[in-house]
């Protein structure tokens, strides 16, 4: 079983920034493949970006648009989502999620509310 607690949410006005952060425990995450996903209001979860455990780094750019940055420390157990330029279509719950390669075996975090304001 993996924890995954993530933090940093809150409310910002559109153009700010935030960096939220998944601490996991219950396993290391250095085998494991970290996920950012979110979910606007009436909207499925949507990926917004992963990073591998040998460091390949994916963003889905119709969301993030140049504008976040993913990163791992695993040393600390640990996943950031630098978010910069925010926009109200950032509006979400951004849950964070880790996957085990080959067995499919994953786990989700209960999400931290990202708010935006025009």
């Known amino acids: 079983q993996v924890q995954l607690v993530e933090s940093g949410g809150g409310l910002v006005q559109a153009g700010g920034s935030l960096r939220l952060s998944c601490a996991a425990s219950g396993n290391a995450i250095s085998t494991m493949t970290m996920s950012w996903y979110r979910q606007a209001p009436g909207k499925q979860h949507e990926l917004v970006a992963f990073t591998t455990h040998d460091g390949r780094i994916y963003y889905e750019e119709e969301v993030v648009k140049g504008r976040f940055m993913i990163s791992r420390d695993n040393g600390k157990n640990t996943v950031s989502l630098q978010m910069n330029s925010l926009k109200p279509e950032d509006t979400a719950v951004y849950y964070c999620?880790?996957?085990?390669?080959?067995?499919?075996?994953?786990?989700w975090g209960r999400g931290t509310q990202v708010t935006v304001s025009s």
């Open positions: 999620h880790a996957e085990r390669p080959f067995t499919g075996e994953n786990f």
